[in-house]
């Protein structure tokens, strides 16, 4: 069965860090592009931050540069979010994707729950003192 599963999440003050995990099972995320979505309450899902299959192209949202970074672990097949400097507006569910649709080696921040063919379960975390 290929799922994605997310661990990590929860409580943190603010300027404090978190690294959120996705592991895949079914295939191998390495080879593929994927990213980072949230959802705040009463907002809609938003892009954080994509990786590239070939891994040589990173990006991200305009309210996370230079505090996020996306990254991947080969021998666990494992996607990471470290997430650093937290402000409470990062405050929301966050979920990982993977496999675009269409495919496309290129990753996208486009936050469409068909936009990527796997979806993880979603993790709340939360920044608040």
């Known amino acids: 069965q290929l799922q994605l599963v997310q661990s990590g999440g929860g409580l943190v003050q603010p300027g404090g860090s978190l690294r959120l995990s996705c592991s895949a099972s079914?295939?191998?995320?390495?080879?593929?592009?994927a990213g980072w979505f949230r959802q705040a309450p009463g907002k809609e899902r938003e892009g954080v931050s994509c990786i590239s299959s070939s891994g040589n192209n990173t990006y991200y949202a305009n309210p996370v540069k230079g505090r996020f970074t996306v990254s991947r672990d080969k021998a666990k097949n494992l996607l990471y979010l470290q997430m650093n400097s937290l402000k409470p507006e990062d405050t929301a569910v966050y979920y990982c994707?993977?496999?675009?649709?269409?495919?496309?080696?290129?990753?996208?921040?486009?936050?469409?729950?068909?936009?990527?063919?796997?979806w993880g379960q979603g993790t709340q975390v939360t920044v608040s003192s």
């Open positions: 079914g295939f191998i995320l390495e080879t593929v592009p």
């Open positions: 994707a993977a496999v675009p649709n269409p495919y496309s080696t290129i990753c996208t921040l486009e936050a469409t729950k068909g936009r990527y063919h796997y």
